[in-house]
């Protein structure tokens, strides 16, 4: 059973940036595809970047691409989400998430994934 604890979320003015952590215990960290997903009140929960097991392969959605990078430290069992250029619309409770040891590629869909931190919220003023 994987435990996932995000932390780095807050206030953040457009154009500015953040760094979301990811904390992983009780698993083997190097065999998860991990992924970032974000939910805005009122909306469905929505891919936003996801990194293979060896950290080789990078994945975006359109809305993240240029703008934030998926980073993994296997031996810290981290995965990080910098954000850059923020805009309002980024404003959303962000997710980590892991998926199951037996997948190897990275899935957009959330249903995917098989387990789940708390959250952190992230809130761009304009």
């Known amino acids: 059973q994987v435990q996932l604890v995000e932390s780095g979320g807050g206030l953040v003015q457009a154009g500015g940036s953040l760094r979301l952590s990811c904390a992983a215990s009780?698993?083997?960290?190097?065999?998860?595809?991990m992924g970032w997903f974000r939910q805005a009140p009122g909306k469905e929960r929505e891919f936003v970047a996801g990194?293979?097991?060896?950290?080789?392969?990078?994945y975006y959605a359109d809305s993240a691409k240029g703008r934030f990078t998926i980073s993994s430290d296997n031996g810290k069992n981290t995965v990080n989400l910098g954000m850059n250029s923020l805009k309002p619309e980024d404003t959303a409770v962000y997710y980590c998430?892991?998926?199951?040891?037996?997948?190897?590629?990275?899935?957009?869909?959330?249903?995917?994934?098989?387990?789940w931190g708390q959250g952190t919220q992230v809130t761009v003023s304009s």
């Open positions: 998430a892991a998926r199951g040891r037996l997948f190897r590629s990275v899935s957009v869909q959330s249903s995917d994934y098989d387990y």
């Open positions: 009780g698993g083997t960290f190097g065999s998860y595809v």
């Open positions: 990194i293979s097991r060896s950290g080789g392969s990078t």
